[in-house]
């Protein structure tokens, strides 16, 4: 049987700065051409996505996939791993945690590499699952960061992940925003940041949205004419 | 950890006759639209290639896909399968003794809803890996085949096949080819068969070939003018 790695053991082998390293070489790697990666593709299924995402890394040696089921009420996440130049499959794998890592940890490496120099704060909107790891790995990714600031719609929610994080709760979302980086991740319909918001050469990434999937983009505001 | 099915729980668990069933089930519920079926997608490896094959069947209520790498020297199947209407990974299960049954069974579906009334005997050329389940399924589908023929082009290989599977060595294949039902299956590139060899109203089943990669057809021959 082939490896299985469970929640757990991605939980205790794979800490934010190791996949803050991993997926910056990952990035190096696709701008090499070393990596295929092919666009995520979904199928219908009953209240749900079966969602396939699939990459061949030559360089790491290397071909696997992520599948998995979301519905509203959880998602069911697995990686296979095989070696990419014989017939061996390396490792099945969890992917709940991997995926959370791997989401902050792209995060921290355009934080790393778009930042302005010096940053020292970080403004958080939403405090999910998801909204740990962005703070963990932009956290590892840049010891600069002195103070974390947290905005959730939910006061209870908003507690507790200023106790686990260290972070200071924003009373309003615009306090949020008043940081050298700003992590919106939220599943909100509705707009959470203002751009007037923001100082100038601030970074913005945002991640999440748009029900169960995820996207990121980087928005860097002018600096004043 | 989800329930993990071996090559050997496979072999145990799955026959010839319930691998019919169960592919001629899928093909009614994908002619009745309930069965999502995404065409197979290739990535590039050493010297190799990375397969994925996703399905969803809303009738039985699963969702997942098959994933292999394939080389020169061999391949390393896996499924993964979901429920379709929760979030959890019902099975993982290697997968070359799947696809074999479930390559044999395609065939066996076939044949029964194609070859004509009352064929009595099956020819094979090619004796390989593939070539046992389609003895094994047609026969389950069709009880009433009493002779198969068999051809390969290496005399030990038939020999051995022809033990094993109670089927009487072609010395051409072009006896193999005079036959109610003939299965090619091999990955020669030469032209193993000609249509002049076929008996009016004899039922081809043409698999494999092209390297690694499978593929169906039928050819029924026009009854003479």
Redesign the interface.
């Known amino acids: ?2 490896l ?1 790695l ?1 929640e757990a053991d991605v939980e205790a082998l794979l800490s934010p700065a190791d996949a803050v390293e991993a997926v910056e070489g990952c990035f190096a790697r696709l701008a090499r051409g070393a990596v ?1 990666n ?1 666009s995520r ?1 979904r ?6 996505l ?1 969602h ?1 995402m ?3 890394d ?1 360089e790491l ?1 290397v ?3 992520k ?5 509203r ?4 996440y ?1 990686v ?1 791993l ?8 390396l490792a ?1 794998i969890d992917a709940d945690r991997l995926g959370q890592l791997r989401t902050g940890a792209a995060s921290a490496v355009a934080a790393r590499h778009l930042a302005r120099p010096g940053a020292r704060t970080l403004g958080v909107i939403g405090t999910g699952w998801q909204a740990e790891s962005q703070v963990a790995c932009i956290r590892a990714a840049l010891p600069g960061i002195e103070r974390v600031v947290a905005y959730s719609r939910t006061e209870e929610r908003l507690k507790d992940f200023c106790r686990r994080f260290g972070a200071e709760p924003a009373e309003y979302n615009r306090d949020a925003a008043e940081a050298d980086i700003v992590v919106t991740i939220t599943s909100s319909r509705d707009p959470v940041l203002r751009g007037e918001w923001l100082e100038p050469g601030a970074l913005v990434l945002r991640e999440g949205g748009e029900g169960i999937a995820h996207r990121s983009s980087i928005v860097r505001p002018l600096p004043p004419p």
Not at 67 to 71: A, E, L, N, R, S
Not at 73 to 76: F, H, S
Not at 82 to 89: K, S, T
Request: hydrophobic share 50%; glycine share 14%; charged share 20%.
């Open positions: 049987m082939p299985y469970r295929e092919r593709f199928l219908g299924i009953e209240e749900g079966m396939v699939a990459a061949a030559l040696g071909a696997g996939l599948t998995y089921v979301g519905f009420n959880g998602a069911r697995v296979a095989f070696a990419a130049d014989r017939p061996e499959l099945l």
